[in-house]
């Protein structure tokens, strides 16, 4: 098996790029951690031929205090690309991700308020529901090789430790009535009303809340779409009950009642830990409705909802990456398109 970037990019800190720093910069050295984190399938040691076209090559993610960032970083980067070699063991430093240095400075807390919201740790049950999980993953991957004051590494562990337990359960709520009230009942609507259309939409939108579903219940953070898959396989209780049923649902020869059958049974796996996990209630076999279809996850909904603290019944869990988009919308604004354009591999004929 190739070496990870990951493990050539640690070998590249600690043998060439810690010296140069030490020598150079040690009161900043003593202030930033470093390590392979955040964004990008390599983050995740799931990188692949397809992924490495783009943002791939040796990476040192370092990130800095705030006036550390604004009043070094561009000596920082001069001194990294005077002093450094073309290439290490194999990898281009002129062609990869961050050519030139391969040392990706960052303001921690600018970091931290892109990717999850907030620059510091939770504090509350709002903070924890107001961050979008997916996001949670890229704070917790990857490496920390150096830490010297310890603030990232505290925060990741933070976040190591898992939701407290009535967040957990508020976005076990959330996703139980979205997964069967806007998923499964929707679907079973538009197979009455032979509307393909809507029941590929609520099919995507069912089957990906009842996997993330999963993870919740395991206990264990859900990453971005692509990589559900690879880590549903992992999950330690319902990954392989649950893999067959969904690797059974998203074929395009599976015709639409079977595709609600086996959201029934994804359901009923759900519900069964539940209750065996003292979420909810014992309770009795529920009928499907010729009309309305099996909603038992909003049985649990309602059940979940009302048993939580109530500061936090009403609060609504965020669904999608906008502190990234946020960031993003900035960054591609301030772009010319030519430059845009070379990074989305668009080429004119």
């Given amino acids: 098996m190739n070496a990870s970037i990951i493990d050539i990019s640690r070998n590249f800190f600690e043998e060439v790029v810690k010296p140069i720093l030490q020598e150079h910069?040690?009161?900043?050295?003593?202030?930033?951690?470093?390590?392979?984190?955040?964004?990008?399938?390599?983050?995740?040691?799931?990188?692949?031929?397809?992924s490495r076209d783009h943002h791939w090559g040796l990476r040192i993610d370092a990130l800095m205090p705030p006036p550390v960032f604004a009043e070094k970083r561009a000596a920082i980067m001069a001194t990294l690309s005077a002093n450094l070699p073309a290439s290490y063991q194999g990898q281009s430093l002129r062609e990869g991700h961050l050519a030139g240095a391969g040392l990706a400075p960052d303001n921690l807390q600018a970091f931290?308020?892109?990717?999850?919201?907030?620059?510091h740790a939770p504090q509350s049950y709002t903070e924890w529901l107001k961050i979008p999980?997916?996001?949670?993953?890229?704070i917790t991957n990857g490496e920390v090789w150096s830490d010297p004051l310890g603030e990232f590494t505290a925060i990741r562990e933070v976040f190591q430790g898992y939701y407290p337990e009535p967040v957990r359960l508020r976005r076990i709520a959330n996703w139980c009535r979205f997964f069967s009230g806007m998923g499964t009942y929707a679907l079973k609507r538009a197979i009455l009303r032979d509307n393909e259309f809507y029941a590929t939409t609520r099919f995507s939108n069912a089957i990906r809340l009842g996997i993330q579903l999963a993870f919740l219940l395991d206990k264990q953070y859900f990453p971005y779409d692509k990589w559900l898959m690879a880590?549903?396989?992992?999950l330690p209780r319902l990954g392989q009950p649950m893999l067959p049923l969904v690797k059974e649902a998203v074929q395009l020869s599976t015709p639409w009642v079977r595709k609600l059958?086996?959201?029934?049974?994804?359901?009923?796996?759900?519900?069964?830990?539940?209750?065996?996990?003292?979420?909810i209630k014992p309770h009795p076999k529920y009928v499907p409705s010729p009309t309305s279809g099996y909603r038992l996850m909003e049985h649990?909904?309602?059940?979940?909802?009302?048993?939580?603290?109530?500061?936090?019944?009403?609060?609504?869990?965020?669904?999608?990456q906008v502190y990234m988009e946020e960031f993003h919308s900035g960054f591609v604004a301030g772009l010319d398109l030519a430059t845009w354009d070379e990074m989305l591999q668009l080429k004119a004929e």
């Fill in 112 to 119: 931290l308020t892109r990717t999850i919201g907030i620059d």
């Fill in 133 to 138: 999980e997916e996001d949670i993953i890229h």
């Fill in 25 to 50: 910069f040690p009161a900043e050295t003593a202030q930033t951690a470093f390590g392979v984190f955040g964004y990008g399938s390599e983050a995740l040691r799931l990188d692949d031929e397809y």
């Fill in 231 to 234: 880590y549903l396989e992992r």
């Fill in 300 to 320: 649990a909904y309602a059940e979940i909802l009302q048993g939580l603290p109530q500061e936090i019944q009403q609060v609504v869990p965020v669904w999608d």
């Fill in 261 to 279: 059958d086996l959201l029934h049974a994804i359901t009923d796996l759900l519900d069964e830990t539940m209750v065996a996990d003292g979420i």
